[in-house]
């Protein structure tokens, strides 16, 4: 999921560096950042075998939401 997450934002960085701030990419930059930062924070936290969903994995989720919001909108724009 971090894998996603950094191939997100890599992508929404470039947009924006390249095109200019649009809200597709900063939702991609914003989400991508908010899936890496929560899989790095579950992976460091505890071990796999004792791994139960809080709070970050709804962060993950928002986050989710937002890259494909971002990816839509890049699309469209």
Same mark, same amino acid.
């Given at each position: 999921?971090? $894998?996603? =997450?950094?191939? !997100?934002?890599?992508? *929404?960085?470039?947009?924006? &560096?390249?095109?200019?701030? $649009?809200? =597709?990419a900063? !939702?991609?930059?914003? *989400?991508?950042?908010?899936i &890496?930062?929560?899989?790095?924070?579950?992976?460091?936290?505890?071990?796999?075998?004792e791994?139960?969903?809080?709070?970050?994995?709804?962060?993950a989720?928002?986050?989710?939401?937002?890259?494909?919001?971002?990816?839509?909108?890049?699309?469209?724009?």
């Amino acid at each position: 999921m971090g $894998t996603a =997450g950094l191939s !997100l934002g890599l992508v *929404g960085s470039r947009t924006i &560096l390249i095109e200019g701030t $649009t809200l =597709g990419a900063g !939702l991609m930059v914003l *989400g991508g950042g908010g899936i &890496l930062l929560s899989s790095l924070f579950a992976l460091s936290g505890q071990s796999s075998s004792e791994f139960e969903p809080g709070n970050f994995v709804w962060i993950a989720v928002v986050a989710a939401i937002f890259s494909v919001l971002g990816m839509i909108l890049t699309f469209f724009q």
